[in-house]
């Protein structure tokens, strides 16, 4: 115990102290920096995936509209030429 009251009160091992806790806080932010960056990374990634997923499931629901509801309608457009 005595020797942390020692380094407490010693000029230059506080000043080193000081120094070590303020480059220690700063790697931490920038590693928080990076691991946020990842995150939203990510987040952008899965939005892209996700407006992508939208756009195939419309068009897929805009070609179930106009399909033929019947065999009459079948033989209607094969008749008219729609296909």
């Given at each position: 115990m005595g020797?942390?009251?020692?380094i407490?009160?010693?000029?230059?091992a506080r000043k080193a102290l000081?120094?070590?806790l303020a480059a220690t806080t700063i790697?931490?932010?920038l590693l928080n920096l990076r691991r946020a960056g990842e995150?939203?990374?990510?987040?952008?990634?899965?939005?892209?995936t996700s407006e992508k997923t939208h756009e195939i499931q419309r068009q897929m629901l805009d070609a179930a509209?106009?399909?033929?509801?019947?065999?009459?309608?079948?033989?209607?457009?094969?008749?008219?030429?729609?296909?």
């Open positions: 020797w942390i009251v020692a407490l009160t010693d000029d230059p000081g120094l070590f790697a931490l932010f995150r939203a990374g990510r987040l952008a990634e899965r939005h892209s509209s106009r399909r033929p509801h019947g065999r009459d309608d079948v033989i209607e457009r094969l008749r008219n030429g729609g296909f």
